[in-house]
């Protein structure tokens, strides 16, 4: 099996779910065209630039494999959200237990990507800083997404709902600017800016 069937065949699955569940919602909420044609865009946008992605000669088979998790990991966050909006539509009160569930899974799909981030390490010798240090910015990468992730989906379990929202997404934001601060630092310290 070549690598771009590879990549069909585990996106594919994934993709007739959220198409499943957006067809349901909007047979349930024709109204709410808007959120199930978001839905299946987003799921058809992601396959797309997967697949030019995946087409990439300089992609290594560990960059490819995490790309199908990444494109896996959105689309079960998206089935998940449409999941959630069909119950809701149907009439089902779970006081908010099912927002609780998706957060709590979208946090332990970030904590998954980030753990599996610097086991991608690509051609180290191509890139413009040495291979020691992009394998560092990889790791730290890694840690900080994997700890957010692992916060993002502690905070949805313990935390009351009503700050839940703020306190993960300001560990993700966190996450995000510590890396950035770090990418930064390393190629001011190498003279590429």
């Known amino acids: 099996m070549t690598p771009s069937m590879r990549l069909h065949a585990q996106i594919a699955p994934v993709a007739l779910i959220v198409a499943a569940l957006a067809a349901a919602d909007g047979y349930v909420r024709p109204e709410r065209a808007l959120v199930w044609l978001t839905g299946l865009a ?62 709590i899974a979208t946090g332990i799909a970030l904590a998954a990507l980030g753990n599996a981030l610097p086991k991608v390490a690509g051609p180290l010798a191509a890139r413009r800083c040495s291979p020691a240090q992009m394998q560092s910015l990889q790791r730290f990468a890694g840690w900080s997404f994997t700890l957010a992730g692992l916060g993002y989906a502690l905070v949805w379990m313990v935390g009351p709902v009503q700050r839940a929202e703020t306190m993960s997404t300001m560990l993700c934001a966190v996450a995000v600017a510590l890396v950035v601060g770090r990418c930064a630092g390393a190629w001011k310290a190498d003279g590429a800016l």
């Open 42 to 103: 987003t799921m058809a946008v992601i396959w797309l630039v997967a697949t030019l992605v995946d087409r990439s000669p300089s992609q290594t088979d560990a960059q490819r494999a995490y790309l199908r998790l990444s494109v896996r990991a959105a689309g079960l966050m998206l089935a998940a959200a449409l999941g959630v909006a069909l119950v809701r539509a149907v009439g089902v009160e779970d006081g908010g237990l099912s927002k609780r569930a998706v957060s």
